[in-house]
Structure formats: C-alpha cells, structure tokens
C-alpha cells in the first residue's frame, strides 16, 4: 500500500480514548483554536504524545486536521521507574523506622530509666519520627505525582475544609492556637462548593497546610 493509504490506517491503530471522537483518518479536532494533547499507546508499545487541532481556511471553515505526533517512550520510562524508586524508597524508609519506635515505646514502658537514658530514647523517638514524616511525605508525592485525571471524582470542597480543620484540632489546642473556618455557608449547599478531583489528596494537603501554620 501507498504512504497515504497506511497512514490513516497506522494512526487508527492507536488507542485513542473515548473523549476524542474518531473522524474519517484520525481523530477529530475539538473546537475552534483548540489543541488536544494526550498519550497514547501504540501497538508496538511505544508511548506517543499526540497533539490534534483544526485546520480551516480563511473563512473559517474546516478543510482538515493538523496530527503531530511524538515518541515520549523514554520519558515515559524514566518517570515511571522514578515513581517505582520513590514508591520503594518510601516503603524501605518506613518499615525500619516503625520497628525503631515499636522498640523505642516497649524500651519506656519495660521500667523507670535513668535521666541520660530517657533523653536519649527521646532523641531516638524524635529522630524517628522525623524520618518516618519523611517517608510519608515521599509516599504522598509519588502518590500525587501519579495521579490519573480520569479518575477525579466530585466531592464537597466545604466538607474535606472542615474535615481537614476537624483534623488539626488537638494539634492547635495544644499550641493555643484557635482554627475558624469560615465563609463555609457563603458558598451554599450542593453545586456552590462541588469540585472534581482527589479528594484524599486535598484534604491531605489542606491538613498539612494547617499543620504548618499552627506549628
């Protein structure tokens, strides 16, 4: 077959995904001066970046489609076994560091300790813990980092504020630190506070900013 002829049928072997309409070719365009941009895969199991927008003449009317295509395979690897990395790293980092504060707490609860010896497993607790906070933020980047778009859900952005604030609570009081949410009711019931995403992500990230600024 000819190059015309294989092209239209090379670029409907990819797997283009349900939100990109298929066309006589290739995809289909989105709206006027739109480009779309998205991964495919290709049957060879390549990792292409696809970029598809309108071609119109000076009318204005459509008379074609622009298709460029790019081979991201290696980028995509690298970030993968970066997220892999980062993924087994966060795990390598917490199991010991549990193990250290188990062994730690048992150590305080076997019998009085001298002075130099309770300061020094508390100087152990701390380091530990300032460790193991450092693979859970690790885990959470990666967590982050991987994160798929198709699977953003809506949720109430009211509800995960006062979740997060809930959260913090015994944290401020103990820094006499009062937490006010509000403007909450401002926002009305039901489509005034619904938003699409992760919503453990956010109100992990909304916990840790009040965290911070308690702290």
Known sequence: ????????????????????????????????????????????????????????????????VVLGLADITRIHDAQRGREETMHYLSHDLRSPIASILTLIEAEKAGGEAVAERHELLRQLGRYANSALKLADDLFRLVRAEAVDANSFAEFDLAAVVQDAADEIWALARAKAVRVVVGGIDDWGEGEGSVVRGDRELVRRALVNLLSNAVK
Do not use: C, M
């Open 1 to 64: 077959p000819s190059e015309p002829d294989t092209l239209p049928a090379a670029v409907g072997s990819l797997e283009w995904p349900p939100a990109v309409p298929p066309d006589p070719g290739g995809p289909a365009p989105g709206a006027a001066g739109e480009v779309l941009a998205l991964e495919l895969d290709a049957p060879s199991g390549a990792r292409l970046l696809a970029s598809v927008a309108g071609l119109a003449n000076a009318a204005g009317e459509r008379i074609g």
